[in-house]
Nanobody, 128 residues
Framework: QVHLVESGGGLVQAGGSLRLSCAGS????????MGWFRQAPGKEREFVAA????????SYADSVKGRFTISRDNAKNTVYLQMNSLKPEDTAVYYC?????????????????????WGQGTQVTVSS
């Protein structure tokens, strides 16, 4: 079975940092663009960051630009989200997702419908 498993969430004070990981199993995602999304209570799921399969292309939501960095290690079948300067408004469940359509090496979609596989999510809580 194919799985994406997020880890690294937790409780952190405003201004702090967390590093989320998303490990794939059951198949290789090395040729797939990957994305991170988040959903806060009472809100819709929103795009956070995405990375192309070669890591040559990345995209970020305006709200996280300059604070979050997405990266990947295809040898480990893992995608990361480094989150710095965290704010209380970053509090949400964070999900990673895989786009199973093959794209050019610099392409990564920013909308949720482009992604077919999803992890179960990891909670990030930022206290003020």
């Amino acid at each position: 079975q194919v799985h994406l498993v997020e880890s690294g969430g937790g409780l952190v004070q405003a201004g702090g940092s967390l590093r989320l990981s998303c490990a794939g199993s059951g198949r290789s995602f090395s040729r797939n663009a990957m994305g991170w999304f988040r959903q806060a209570p009472g809100k819709e799921r929103e795009f956070v960051a995405a990375i192309s399969w070669s890591a040559s292309g990345t995209s970020y939501a305006d709200s996280v630009k300059g604070r979050f960095t997405i990266s990947r290690d295809n040898a480990k079948n893992t995608v990361y989200l480094q989150m710095n300067s965290l704010k209380p408004e970053d509090t949400a469940v964070y999900y990673c997702a895989a786009d199973m359509t093959l794209h050019t090496n610099d392409y990564a979609a920013t909308w949720a419908r482009a992604y077919e596989y999803w992890g179960q999510g990891t909670q990030v809580t930022v206290s003020s």
